[in-house]
């Protein structure tokens, strides 16, 4: 098991309304969940949960059969570098940074060596030119930025990655192009992944579909 | 990496970075260049004399009589007699002795009269000794020679005549006009009151006045000096060279306990001192102004800085996502102010070098004032230290906005 949520509680200090209540949710070393959701269904505290960003008020998450909520805030940081990859709706880059350097400052929070050959090939092999390795994150397309956010997010080979509305900032050809760059990557790696969107039509191929609606018990008239 | 990350942040917002680079830069130069010409001055003020253990005149105050034979400022309250200097000078401690007869002048220039011995004894500096750039030590009556500001600015040479005034206006009504003197020697630059001075003989000097009564001319009562006793009655001042150090207090309350006549006794280095600690008000008023220039453009940082936090709020959550703990979303604020403020150190450095090697020419020329291009005193270090934590001090603030934006 990668993933494993027991009794999971969080409400924002200093506010009593609970945001998020799971009694239990799991996920699989190489599964591919779709989360759907409206908005303020707590999707973003749930991914920063996982990510260590956020701690729980109650319950717990076990990742690789470490909790979660027992490393200090400094080690919390290592995992995520370590563990788990992200690609956000936008701005996944640090825009002044090269999208090779934005790889390697990657790399570096992550505990890697030198990853310049790995870069470099990830990069191309996600169809971005070698000329456009060495721009700055700003002046690449919106497109261009989010494949090389995928390739940031999987340099230290994660076991989980988390895409947040990966291509609501693209036309259909680059979401489509997005989508299927991503899938070959996540079948090379074996990774798992939390693909979260309004889009349903964005989950095919995914192993399972749920709504966070389904799992969340905060806020429900029982 | 986080060498590289803060470069180029820094350079992706290169306008207001550059001019908060310059604004530090002008700043850091203003407080070394201050710090700079304070410390030029005190060493240059400091080094007027040296080698001198006492200089002795008529009982006034210690400064005005370091004033008047050193710096040939203000006047004498009274002359000392040549029978007392004739004592103090036989003294078994005293090793030599420069007399200094003050009074009269040449186009505001004031004129000296003293022995060769002024030119074998006198120091200033580390020890150095007066040098002719040319010419040589005056041998004849009316003879003199010239320090360098006073040839330079008036344009003489060796050869030249020139006629002394009586009394130290620039404009005196009554010369010597009589007595010609000749140029001799002219005195390489020394960046002190020598370079201003004509001197010429003790003989000289009363040989000019023979012939006057109460500082005015009585027609007719010159006669010649061949045989007469160019002896003077009386000098200005003189200093004195002793034997051991170890006498100088013991002559200094002797000479001023002297009977048949009210003198005074001083040691140059700490008259020098307490005059320069007169002006400590100016020079800590010049440090407080450079000083504060100085938190002005610091804060100027922190403000740039601080307005930068918001723009780079989606940054700080990239670094956050990928694993960068808040302290190093603090840190990398603090390395940008640390470069910024290196890089005008740096550039303030390199700027006063250059400055004071151009300058530095016009200086000695014009002014005769020597400036060492020595820029790494302790003292400076320690002005560059304060500034690069001052630095890190002031950041603090934008560091700290980051922080809760990176921790939130």
């Known amino acids: 098991m990668l993933l494993s949520i027991k009794d999971l509680r969080f409400h924002y200090p200093g506010d009593s309304k609970v945001v998020l209540d799971i009694p239990q949710w799991c996920l699989s070393a190489g599964e591919q969940v779709f989360l759907h959701g409206p908005s303020g269904a707590g999707k973003s505290t749930f991914l920063k949960l996982l990510a260590g960003l956020l701690v729980p008020s109650g319950g717990g998450i076990t990742m690789l059969g470490q909790p979660l909520q027992a490393l200090r805030s400094g080690q919390r940081d290592k995992w995520r570098a370590r563990h788990i990859g992200f690609v956000f709706q936008q701005f996944n880059l640090v825009p002044y940074l090269s999208g090779r350097d934005n790889i390697r400052l990657a790399a570096h929070f992550g505990g890697k060596g030198d990853v310049d050959a790995a870069a470099t090939a990830l990069l191309t092999s996600l169809g971005l030119d070698e000329k ?3 721009k700055p994150a700003a002046e690449l397309s919106i ?5 090389v956010a995928i390739a940031r997010a999987l340099i230290n080979q994660p076991e989980l990655l988390i895409v947040d509305e990966p291509t609501s900032a693209l036309d259909a050809k680059n979401r489509d192009l997005f989508m299927a760059l991503l899938g070959e990557q996540l079948a090379e790696n074996n990774t798992a992944l939390i693909f979260v969107s309004h889009d349903l039509s964005l989950s095919n191929g995914m192993s399972r579909v749920e709504s966070l609606q389904d799992i969340n018990q905060a806020g429900r008239v029982n | 990496m986080f060498l590289r990350l803060a470069l180029a942040s820094l350079r992706s917002r290169k306008g ?4 908060t680079f310059l604004a530090i830069t002008v700043s850091v ?40 034979s050193v710096f040939r400022l203000g006047h004498a309250s009274n002359n000392i007699s040549w029978q007392s200097y004739q004592h103090i000078a036989a003294d078994p401690n005293v090793a030599w002795t420069i ?5 009269d002048s040449h186009k505001g220039y004031r004129v000296m009269g003293t022995t060769a011995d002024y030119f074998n004894h006198f120091r200033f500096g580390q020890n150095r000794p007066l040098v002719l750039a040319e010419g040589k030590p005056f041998s004849q009556l009316y003879e003199l020679v010239l320090g360098s500001e006073v040839a330079r600015s008036l344009g003489y040479q060796i050869g030249d005549e020139l006629v002394l005034a009586h009394g130290l206006g620039s404009t005196s009504f009554s010369q010597h006009k009589d007595k010609p003197f000749r140029v001799a020697g002219i005195l390489q630059a020394t960046g002190t009151p020598v370079d201003q001075t004509l001197h010429v003989s003790l003989q000289a000097i009363e040989a000019i006045h023979s012939g006057w009564q109460n500082g005015v001319k009585i027609p007719g009562a010159d006669h010649g000096h061949d045989e007469e006793d160019l002896t003077p009655e009386s000098i200005t001042a003189f200093m004195v060279g002793l034997k051991s150090k170890l006498a100088t207090f013991r002559l200094q309350r002797q000479i001023n306990t002297y009977d048949s006549e009210a003198l005074q006794a001083i040691l140059p280095g700490v008259t020098l001192s307490q005059l320069w600690q007169m002006m400590s008000a100016m020079e800590n008023t010049l440090r407080l102004i450079a000083a504060l220039v100085l938190l002005a453009s610091l804060l100027g940082l922190a403000a740039m800085l601080l307005a930068s936090i918001k723009e780079r709020q989606g940054e700080i959550a990239v670094m956050r996502a990928i694993g960068a703990p808040p302290l190093f979303v603090f840190a990398l604020i603090q390395a940008e102010a640390l470069l910024i403020s290196l890089g005008g150190i740096l550039v303030a450095n390199l700027l006063l070098i ?26 400076l270090a320690f002005y560059m230290g304060v500034i690069i ?20």
């Open chain 2, 389 to 408: 934590v001052s630095t890190l001090l002031v950041s603090v603030i934008p560091g700290i906005s980051a922080y809760r934006k990176a921790s939130g």
């Open chain 1, 143 to 147: 497109g261009q930025q989010q494949r």
């Open chain 2, 354 to 379: 250059s400055c004071i090697t151009v300058a530095g020419n016009v200086l000695a020329e014009r002014y005769s004032l020597f400036i060492d291009g020595k820029l790494l005193t302790p003292q």
């Open chain 2, 16 to 19: 207001s970075v550059l001019l």
């Open chain 2, 29 to 68: 130069f203003v407080l070394l260049g201050v710090e700079q010409i304070r410390q030029q001055a005190k060493s240059s003020f400091n080094n007027t004399v040296s080698g001198i253990d006492l200089i002795v005149g008529a009982r006034t105050g210690d400064i005005n009589l370091l004033l008047y």
């Open chain 1, 132 to 134: 456009l390795h060495r």
């Open chain 2, 99 to 103: 007399p200094v007869a003050l009074g």
